[in-house]
């Protein structure tokens, strides 16, 4: 004892002119996963990835069964083709050009009987005139003319008709069943096309949660994908040192085994300090008030999710 108490002041000295270097503060690495599911019940039939593969942007990921869906498109689509019908029945002439043909024969028949009558009206009224005809065969001959001219104009008028359309409202109703028929056509496509599910971003997928032939319910996710954008860094910083961070300040990253240390950007800091990190990596931590922060690395695929880090603030 009378050897070592003597050494105390010396080794404490010593301890002094050690440079402890800059302050580390310790965090973990988090990833937000991206859960991609249909939006409607359905059975698995496809599955084209699996655990750990990486995917790029719109890479078909999985089907699920769209015979349902198939079957709505195809009766939106007969109701369209039937709408579509009907408009164009309503803009046509109200008959057939076969019908209009025969009432055109009659029309060129009433004007030859209008000729002829006019012929012999005007035969009656030289001869009543030379008062050779009768009052009563020019009375007649008039009344046939007129008669041969009131069929005319009739067959004339059933001809107008003949060719004439739909009123314009019932065509704008018609008008208005082909729109709703086209709508609910692109509803049922966008109802079959998202039973494929694409990758929405590149990265690895992580977990998958149904295989083919297993019933995924509303709501729940078939897979979930790990973009590498979305990998970022929650560290502990406490209350005497946060003024030395602000949004958009560099820090370095150390972590068991990276290959040195990686360099990312502080994207966040709490407005409301706490008292306790989620993970407590000593008792000392339990006294401290600190301030969670969010940095975002540089080069996020040298990280793991959930893998402890230490933080420092780069020169």
């Known amino acids: ?25 310790q965090g973990y690495a988090e990833a937000e996963m991206l859960f991609v599911g249909p939006e409607e019940a359905g059975r698995v039939t496809a599955l084209e990835v699996d655990e750990g593969d990486r995917v790029t942007a719109g890479q078909k990921l999985f089907e699920i069964d769209p015979a349902l869906q198939q079957a709505d498109v195809d009766a939106a689509r007969a109701s369209l083709e039937q709408a579509r019908a009907q408009l164009a029945n ?44 009768s009052k009563a065969a020019l009375d007649t001959a008039q009344h046939t003319f007129d008669q041969n001219q009131a069929a005319l104009d009739e067959i004339g008028k059933q001809i107008e008709v003949a ?50 032939g297993e019933l995924v319910p509303v709501g729940r996710p078939v897979l979930s994908l790990l973009p590498p954008e979305l990998i970022k860094m929650r560290f502990f910083v ?61 080069d996020p695929l040298r990280l793991r999710p959930g893998k402890p880090i230490t933080v420092e603030l780069a020169p």
Not at 1 to 25: E, F, K, Q, S
Not at 103 to 123: K, T
Not at 267 to 290: F, G, H
């Open 1 to 25: 004892m009378r050897r070592v108490v003597p050494l105390l002041p010396l080794l404490l000295a010593l301890a002094g002119c050690v440079d402890a270097g800059p302050p580390r503060y």
């Open 90 to 133: 309503l803009k046509a002439a109200a008959q057939r050009p076969e019908e209009v043909e025969v009432l055109e024969a009659g029309r060129r028949r009433a004007a030859a009987a209008l000729d002829l009558s006019r012929i012999e009206l005007d035969r009656q009224k030289d001869l009543y005139a030379k008062a050779v005809g």
């Open 163 to 212: 060719k004439m359309g739909s009123r314009e409202m019932q065509i704008a109703a018609a008008e208005r069943q082909v729109d709703s028929a086209q709508a609910n056509l692109v509803t049922a496509q966008t109802r079959l096309d998202r039973r494929t599910l694409a990758a929405p971003a590149a990265g690895s997928v992580e977990t998958v949660y149904f295989r083919p």
């Open 238 to 298: 406490p209350e005497p040192d946060l003024a030395r961070f602000r949004l958009g300040a560099r820090v370095t990253v150390h972590c068991d085994g990276c290959a040195g240390s990686v360099t990312a950007t502080v994207s966040y800091i709490a407005a409301e300090a706490e008292y306790t990190p989620p993970v407590i990596y000593s008792l000392d931590e339990r006294s401290k008030l600190v301030f969670l922060l969010e940095a975002k690395p540089d």
